[in-house]
């Protein structure tokens, strides 16, 4: 069974400062990938990244960084400089890789920019 | 902008009545995919299609169906519903190449609210 725990459940931050939301994934895959998805107020769920297991680099996109630690089961991602807009709910996600498999998400973090 | 349109935005309908939801994936996409997104059990995989045949099942109770056309559009029927169905329910695409996990990019969702 697969399984993605966000422990954090709300960080509220003033602008400006960096954050960082954690993730944590269960699963028996040797092969598998795992994503984060960003939900604004408005309620879509926007992409953010896809990494697959064996690449285990740090991705640098903008403010946004993303910490992939197949040791720890861990794929964090951090905002540096935060800013307003990024106040939403932020998704881990978890698939196997093969067969175009579900999503397992996580319960998300509500993250909270403070002006 | 994902690509996915969804139909309608929003449905409000009584207890024991039955709905259908739509869904348009991006232009080119094969596979469709079904989720739930409620309060108590955040975001729930349902079902997936692939090129009109069913490929996945995820949570989905017996009360729900879907389908996809030979156009590729999906429809979720929810039927007999409940108070507990009130819930936004997404549709994501993904381009549907075996054998490989792609991004799944989502639909805006359907805000259902059964009275």
């Known amino acids: 069974a697969q399984k993605v725990t966000q422990a954090q459940t709300e960080i509220s931050v003033v602008e400006k400062e960096d954050v960082t939301l954690d993730c944590v994934y269960e699963?028996?895959?040797?092969?598998?990938?795992l994503f984060w998805y960003k939900q604004p107020p408005s309620g879509e769920l926007v992409f953010l990244i896809r990494r697959n297991s064996f690449d285990e680099q740090n991705e640098i996109s903008g403010r946004y960084s993303w910490n992939f630690q197949k040791s720890t089961s861990s794929f964090n991602f951090t905002i540096t400089a935060s800013q307003v807009v990024d106040s939403a709910v932020y998704f881990c996600?978890?698939?196997?890789?093969?067969?175009?498999?579900?999503?397992?998400f996580g319960t998300g973090t509500r993250l909270t920019i403070i002006p | 902008d994902s690509g996915v349109t969804q139909t309608p935005k929003h449905l409000i309908t009584a207890t024991g009545q039955r709905v259908t939801l739509r869904c348009s994936p991006r232009?080119?996409?094969?596979?469709v995919y079904w989720y739930q997104q409620s309060l108590d059990q955040g975001l729930q995989f349902l079902i997936h299609?692939?090129?009109?045949?069913?490929?996945a099942k995820g949570n989905i109770l017996e009360r729900f169906s879907a389908q996809q056309f030979p156009d590729l559009h999906s429809e979720l029927n929810l039927s007999s519903l409940e108070l507990g169905d009130s819930a936004l329910y997404f549709c994501?695409?993904?381009?549907?190449?075996?054998?490989?996990?792609?991004?799944?990019?989502f639909g805006p969702g359907t805000r259902l609210l059964v009275l």
């Open positions: 232009s080119g996409d094969l596979s």
């Open positions: 996600a978890l698939s196997p890789n093969f067969g175009n498999e579900k999503l397992t």
């Open positions: 699963t028996r895959d040797t092969t598998y990938y």
């Open positions: 994501a695409s993904s381009i549907g190449t075996s054998g490989v996990q792609e991004t799944q990019y």
């Open positions: 299609y692939y090129n009109g045949e069913e490929r």
